[in-house]
Nanobody
Framework: QVQLVESGGGLVQAGGSLRLSCAAS????????MGWFRQAPGREREFVAG????????YAADSVKGRFTISRDNAKNTVYLQMNSLKPEDTAVYYC?????????????????WGQGTQVTVSS
């Protein structure tokens, strides 16, 4: 059993930065591939970034590549999403999630544990 809690969201001006955290309890995340997703009003939940169990391999969606960086600290059982150069189009609820073993990385159905989400709002 895994419980995930996101934090760090808020209101920020375009061009600003924000760091999201995903803290886990109940089970260590060290053995699992983790991902960040986001969902804006009226849109489907979309993949943002993913990270391997060791942190040695990371992925980012084209829409955020070069601006967002995913990382993890297994000792703290925490996954991070550093968001720089934020744009209004980044406004969404951001979720962290644990992927099922061997599942498709960017598919929402591949993840079996989800946090409650944290709101990120980027103003113009």
């Amino acid at each position: 059993q895994v419980q995930l809690v996101e934090s760090g969201g808020g209101l920020v001006q375009a061009g600003g930065s924000l760091r999201l955290s995903c803290a886990a309890s109940g089970r260590t995340l060290s053995a699992y591939f983790m991902g960040w997703f986001r969902q804006a009003p009226g849109r489907e939940r979309e993949f943002v970034a993913g990270i391997s169990w060791s942190g040695g391999t990371t992925y980012a969606a084209d829409s955020v590549k070069g601006r967002f960086t995913i990382s993890r600290d297994n000792a703290k059982n925490t996954v991070y999403l550093q968001m720089n150069s934020l744009k209004p189009e980044d406004t969404a609820v951001y979720y962290c999630a644990k992927r099922k073993t061997g599942a498709t990385m960017a598919s929402r159905a591949s993840y079996d544990y989800w946090g409650q989400g944290t709101q990120v709002t980027v103003s113009s």
